[in-house]
């Protein structure tokens, strides 16, 4: 193609026809201009089409990662729950003066579930490392904004101050129980057990009641606080990425 238009050009030049040289030169520059601006929209059309694909990769992940975290919250809403039954059930125990040693030891055991709050933030920290913008749809943006850098983060700072009151609920179930050593499935393990049943009418054990009940409600009512923006932000990825499988 070039040289064919540099024998026109020179052609042009040699029978001294300036002003269809002039036209000439014009097209040429014309044709130039337009497969710059051709190179470039392809150009944008792959950087765009990488940001995309990057964008649903993320978006996978992050679905992935909200569907096991909410299982585990969910996990832990239930532990909870049991902890703050079986100190009902201590209470009930107390108030019908039933102190029967094996049922307050069933108790206890259930008040001392450990619940660790721990989530993946991974794909989120990946998706703001390289850019929040690149998430184009609006409402997921700002619902995932909001659950990791606000919700979560707030939960577990308050977690993280109920610990200082852990230590207190912890003097108190030493004063409390015994340990022994029992066999498990012919392993020997040390446990905390009521030695007396009394104790259930000591003003420590209403202490350690009111203690472990504040701190489990606490805990509850804020990881269950999580699970709708959870729930609704793993609907709305699903929503976005069916679309995009359509299209």
Excluded: C
């Amino acid at each position: 193609m070039l040289p064919f238009l540099k024998k026109i050009r020179h052609q042009l030049v040699q029978e001294n026809r300036f002003s269809r040289y002039l036209l000439y030169a014009i097209g040429e520059i014309f044709l130039v201009v337009i497969g710059i601006l051709i190179a470039l929209q392809i150009n944008n059309w792959n950087e765009e089409k990488k940001i995309r694909n990057y964008e649903l990769k993320m978006l996978r992940e992050l679905a992935n990662v909200i569907k096991k975290d909410e299982g585990y919250f969910g996990s832990m809403v239930e532990r909870l729950n049991q902890k703050g039954e079986a100190v009902d059930k201590l209470l009930q125990l107390r108030e019908s003066k039933m102190a029967i040693r094996d049922s307050i030891s069933k108790y206890f055991q259930v008040t001392r579930y450990e619940t660790l709050f721990q989530y993946n933030s991974g794909p989120y920290g990946s998706i703001k490392s390289s850019g929040i913008e690149k998430i184009s749809n609006d409402s997921i943006r700002t619902r995932m904004v909001d659950l990791y850098e606000f919700l979560i983060p707030r939960t577990e700072k308050i977690l993280e101050r109920l610990e200082g009151s852990n230590s207190k609920e912890e003097e108190l179930m030493e004063s409390l129980t015994e340990r022994v050593l029992i066999n498990r499935n012919g392993n020997q393990i040390i446990q905390r057990v009521i030695a007396d049943p009394q104790v259930i009418y000591k003003p420590d054990f209403l202490q350690f009641i009111q203690v472990h009940k504040s701190n489990t409600y606490v805990a509850q009512s804020r990881i269950e606080a999580i699970l709708p923006a959870m729930a609704h932000l793993d609907s709305l990825i699903e929503i976005e990425l069916s679309s995009r499988d359509d299209k």
